[in-house]
């Protein structure tokens, strides 16, 4: 087998941690024995430099010859919001490769580590066995919807609207479903039904898809009232299906349960085998370039393409346990390193991946 892979690099710290993925995707190709041809691809802050786009036509129709891509984060500091060369990198560049490929499902997996507890803000019996998949509507919604600006007695207003159509939302509540049957058989649909006109069609599509699957129990609940649960209760939940807004507040939410949000990585997928990896956090400027990011959230990408776009769940799992291994024996980056406790040892970025393959390859 050949896998041919695309590297987004991203901005800031998005090349540090692409290239500790990419470590792992190579002795993971070496373990497993299959061949890799990696392209690198020119998108956001690098892209915007050379061409003045951020996902310029080239890039796109590379990437379509991709079985897969690994993106890093992308955009710039908050202070230069209006620096031409960020303001408009994530609607450019994330949401036009999301819509590009047909993404529709993005997929977020948050499950805490013992280990780790002592970073979550919330107490230990809260944590355990917490294990969760937003799948998150990633194409449609609010992110896509109509904008608008006007003048209204002598003042700007400006409006995005929330849009759904019925198809957008059967779709994605069949990826949910289907992931649930091999799961805790589980369902959650997070919307605001008791406002949003949006929500109601929702509420009714997914109740409709539910009857296809009898064996899964169909759950709802309001989005306050989920941000609340995800704190008071977050054992609860198995699969949770929401739209493209709330799935972007809550699965920020959901990291903290883990510890930090360095560690949780994402899929996007569309109807086929491809799809797009990425971490689910941004691109970090203030801590780029000093070797401390950590890499845990590409490295864990790297395992979701193995499993959702390479058919080589075996491999997937070799380095989520490879992870969970390190984190048990203390290997720490600095964002989940605890001064106080002697087991921890604390590694750079490329150390951390350099551990992370030395643990696949038993060596
Ligand atoms: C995410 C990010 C993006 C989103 C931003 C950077 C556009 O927050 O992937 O969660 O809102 O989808
Ligand atoms: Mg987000």
Redesign the pocket.
Known sequence: MKAKIGIVEGDYIGPEITKEGIKVLKAISEKYNFDLDLIYLEASGQAYDKYGEHLPKHTLDEASKCDALLKG???GPPEEINNPKWATV??DA??GL?KYFNLYT?M?MVKTYKCLFNLSPLKEHLLNGVDILIVRE?ISGI?FGEKNERIVNGEREYSDSMTYKESEIERIAIKAFDYATKRRKKVTLIAKSNILKSSILWREVVNKVAKSYPEIENNYMHVDNAAMQLILNPRQFDVILTS??F??IL??EASVLGGSIGLFP?ASLCDGKFGLY?P???SAPSIAGKNIANPTSSILSVALMLRYSLNLNKAAIDIENAVEKLLELGYRTIDIYTEFDDKNKLLGTREYGDAIVKQINGT
Request: charged share 30%; aromatic share 8%.
């Open positions: 984060p992308f955009g994530e609607k994330i949401l999301r993005n977020r990633l992110y493209n807004m799935g972007d699965s920020d994402s990425e689910i956090h941004g």
